[in-house]
């Protein structure tokens, strides 16, 4: 088996937004697609570490945001590579809301979709929601990103650093620390600790 | 809501190809994605009208190949635009086989994944089949399509034609009859009847 084939799937990225009372967060993903279209439905893919994902299990709600390719990496630093527990990601960032009162990014992205959730399955490490779209806007004629387009065009050439910490050898997410927990995985790219190296 | 706002969903395109006994079949999907990386599981939505979706309803196995930029028009119609229950896909076709036995194409595919499913579940129009990864290889070079790129570069525009049928608005697709089922969903990209118009 080679394990590498499974980048031939294509992805795009995506924002995914929530809100729980006054709690506004969002988080990356590259795992939403339409599922049936009449009922129109579709199912996103998320990390249960997100605290997102913890978000969206309470409230049933959420946004799905297409990033496009005006997107810079600021926005995947903004929403992936720090955590709504942590920090208000919504304080210095430009958005509106949609009619289900969750937020959406006002740039970098070309369109976003409501969903109420049907159902969730749990996958482990994940949990799949699967959601009727209760709202569809188009905010802009960018062509949306691909998880290859990402790699190629916006995701920096790696750059020496100094900080201690590993590095997902996948897609270049930097987890600072002396040691990476063993049951780690990747918020960006979803893959595991074993394909994490130490920063030299 | 505008429902032109699902189109900014990013796709691939790919190749289902199961194996029911002796019959050999495939057809042509736009949702497959990895789940989750360990386990290493992929979902797929195979819409129950293809015959494709019997059998692996059936033999619970599937191969999932990524089509890539250098597929042309023919690949489309040979597994969409017919049924495995009228023809044999796979007489005048150039496949091999993977190690459960289920074909993939030599050419037009950058590479496969070999799935073995876990769990069903029914979406109506659709079912997704949730399978752990069982094989996956790389074929070729290529970049994956989108389904962007497809409508941009591989999908011949529209000629006159003086076949009685209905055409999908949506991806072009072609439905020769005097009348549409009302229940019709297009093979390719899932739209209701409610999306083809009559010939002129």
Chains 1, 2 share one sequence.
């Not at 995506?14 to 009922?39: H, R, S, Y």
């Not at 995947?76 to 990601?89: A, L, M, N, P």
């Not at 749990?122 to 569809?136: E, I, N, Q, R, Y």
């Not at 910490?165 to 063993?182: D, N, Q, R, S, T």
Request: proline share 4%; glycine share 6%.
């Amino acid at each position: 088996m080679n394990q590498a084939a499974m980048f031939k799937l294509t992805y795009g990225l995506f924002v995914l937004t929530a809100k729980d009372g006054e709690k506004d967060n969002g988080c990356i993903i590259n795992t939403a697609m339409q599922v049936t279209a009449e009922p129109n439905r579709i199912i996103i893919v998320v990390n249960k570490q997100n605290y997102t994902h913890d978000m969206i299990m309470k409230t049933k709600e959420f946004n799905v945001s297409m990033i496009d390719t005006e997107a810079d990496f600021e926005l995947f630093k903004h929403f992936g590579f720090q955590s709504g527990r942590d920090v208000d990601k919504m304080a210095d960032f430009a958005f509106s809301r949609a009619a289900n009162g969750i937020t959406y990014p006002d740039n970098m992205v070309n369109g976003y979709i409501s969903g109420k959730v049907i159902s969730e399955t749990d996958l482990g490490s994940h949990t799949m929601f699967l959601a009727d779209v209760t709202d569809a806007e188009i905010l802009s004629d960018a062509e949306s990103v691909t998880y290859t387009y990402y790699h190629k065009n916006i995701k920096p050439a790696p750059q020496p650093v100094k900080k201690k910490g590993w590095i997902c050898k996948i897609c270049g997410y930097v987890y600072e620390g002396e040691e990476l927990p063993a049951d780690f995985i990747c918020p960006i790219c979803k893959h595991p600790a074993s394909d994490f190296e130490p920063i030299q």
